[in-house]
């Protein structure tokens, strides 16, 4: 038994100190909202993010960060993307020996263009610093807290700690696989919410199942060609990481960017659409930052730059999709041999 501090009480966070709490850990849960750390230790309940869950005893509720990550040698990082610099500095502050931090999150930054586990290691003196894990695949946080099965990766430069992390948090009903390519596990995670957007797009629309499975393996394409630019094995996006979660991400209700596509196929503003969900939207920001980089190391995303103008210059979503398939004429299988495999 392990004390582990979880960072972030969203649905995403709650639903991993699930995961913790079944395997025998003591999980201690920081979220800045009292009444919530309050209803987590008094209801055992988290309510607002993952409704109709009751949560194991042995989840503690902290709304001090301090307290949090006291005499604990695993921290799992569960926030948003653009909340991490800030939780980062704060707890650089608190850290009085070496951990190792898992991320559990999906996202680039604008403008650096920085994975997380680059942003931790930026922000996280060495010598508080034993591994970075990632944790990311096919995985809503509605099913694994009802114990849905459910596999996901981990990945990390550090061998020893990739394997304890993965025994840590696998059990029957959460199958753990080991990935060392970090770059890939990381991109596929954070690309396919752009994807999914799409995807919510298309159906918001009206369109039908063959757009849909065009959007996911053109998505795929073009995932994959960032991806391997940026020095990873294109193999990982046939993996969990990358087709997996873009499977469920564009397939599944639960999907926020899937949602929020949806809404914005439907005709609605993104500000409204961003209020509406009230939970974390991160395909808009790594929208902003795929297309930046992707620019920048001369990639060609097509899906990425419609989705970018839908969303930062109010393209007409309908406009968006018909130029995609107005597209010049390309092939298919050159695409991924000659400029993605050489
Ligand atoms: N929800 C899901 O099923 C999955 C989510 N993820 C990823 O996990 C990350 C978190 O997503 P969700 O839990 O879904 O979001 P969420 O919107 O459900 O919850 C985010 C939580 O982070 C908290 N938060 C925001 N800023 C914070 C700060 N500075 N310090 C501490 N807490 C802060 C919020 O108060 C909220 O409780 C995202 O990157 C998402 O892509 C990954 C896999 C599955
Ligand atoms: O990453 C996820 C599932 O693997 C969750 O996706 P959403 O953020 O779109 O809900």
């Not at 500095?89 to 999150?105: P, Y």
């Not at 394997?163 to 059990?171: G, P, V």
């Not at 926020?256 to 808009?284: F, I, Q």
């Not at 097509?302 to 210059?313: D, K």
């Amino acid at each position: 038994m392990e004390k582990i501090a979880v960072i972030g009480a969203g649905s995403w966070g709650t639903a991993l100190a699930i995961v913790l709490a079944d395997n025998g850990h003591h999980v201690n849960l920081y979220g800045r909202r009292n009444d919530q750390i309050q209803e987590i230790n008094d209801k055992h309940t988290n309510e607002k993010y993952l409704p109709g869950i009751t949560l194991p005893h042995n989840i503690f509720g902290l709304s001090s960060l301090r307290h949090a990550v006291e005499d604990v040698s695993t921290i799992v990082l569960v926030t948003p993307t653009k909340a991490m610099r800030q939780v980062l500095s704060d707890l650089k502050q608190l850290l009085t020996k070496k951990v190792t931090i898992v991320h559990a999150s999906k996202g680039i930054e604008p403008e650096t263009h920085k994975r997380i586990s680059e942003m931790i290691e930026e922000e996280i003196p060495s010598e508080y610093l034993n591994a970075v894990v990632v944790l990311s695949g096919p995985s809503h946080a509605e099913e694994v807290s009802r114990r849905m099965p459910t596999t996901v990766t981990v990945s990390s430069n550090n061998a020893n700690a990739q394997e304890l992390i993965q025994d840590l948090f696998i059990n029957s009903n959460f199958r753990v696989y080991t990935n060392a390519d970090v770059i890939g596990v990381e991109l596929g995670g954070a690309l396919k919410n752009i994807i999914a957007l799409g995807a919510g797009l298309a159906d918001g629309l009206g369109h039908g199942d063959n757009a849909k499975a065009a959007l996911i393996t053109r998505g795929l394409a073009e995932i994959a060609r960032l991806g391997t630019k940026m020095g990873a094995n294109p193999l990982t996006f046939a993996g969990l990481t990358g087709i997996g979660d873009l499977i469920v991400t564009c397939t599944s209700v639960h999907s926020r960017n899937w949602r929020a596509g949806n809404m914005l196929g439907k005709g609605k503003k993104l500000n409204d659409v961003l209020e509406d969900m009230g939970m974390a939207v991160e395909g808009v920001r790594t929208t902003k930052a795929a297309y930046q980089l992707a620019k920048n190391v001369g990639v060609e995303m097509p899906i990425t730059e419609q989705i970018y103008e839908v969303l930062f210059n109010d393209k007409d979503p309908k406009t968006a999709l018909d130029e995609l398939m107005a597209r010049g004429k390309t092939k298919e299988l050159e695409d991924f041999s000659e400029k993605l495999f050489l």
